[in-house]
Nanobody, 116 residues
Framework: QVQLVESGGGLVQPGGSLRLSCAASGWLFSVMAMGWYRQAPGKERELVADISGGGSTNYADSVKGRFTISRDNAKKTIYLQMNNLKPEDTAVYYC??????????WGQGTQVTVSS
């Protein structure tokens, strides 16, 4: 079972940037596809971006060209660089394996608020 700790969220103005980090434990990390998910108030959790063990990436259309997911297998950490943030990006951001299953547990997430 992978344990996950997200960090790096905060309050930022529209057009600003944030970099999220997710520290994982678990010896299978380097071969596991990982993803960043987000959940806005009143909405279901959605996959924002994912990255394979080999570094291949996929993005939701809503963030394509603005967000970049990356990983450092030596540090067992994944990152989400978020640029040109919009108010609709406001959500709690989580990392987890991708795809995530019903038996996967979630970390506490990190709040991202985009507001002027």
């Amino acid at each position: 079972q992978v344990q996950l700790v997200e960090s790096g969220g905060g309050l930022v103005q529209p057009g600003g940037s944030l970099r999220l980090s997710c520290a994982a434990s678990g010896w299978l990390f380097s071969v596991m596809a990982m993803g960043w998910y987000r959940q806005a108030p009143g909405k279901e959790r959605e996959l924002v971006a994912d990255i394979s063990g080999g570094g291949s990436t996929n993005y939701a259309d809503s963030v394509k060209g603005r967000f970049t997911i990356s990983r450092d297998n030596a540090k067992k950490t994944i990152y989400l660089q978020m640029n040109n943030l919009k108010p609709e990006d406001t959500a709690v951001y989580y990392c987890n394996v991708a795809p995530v299953g019903p038996k996967n547990s979630w970390g506490q997430g990190t709040q991202v608020t985009v507001s002027s």
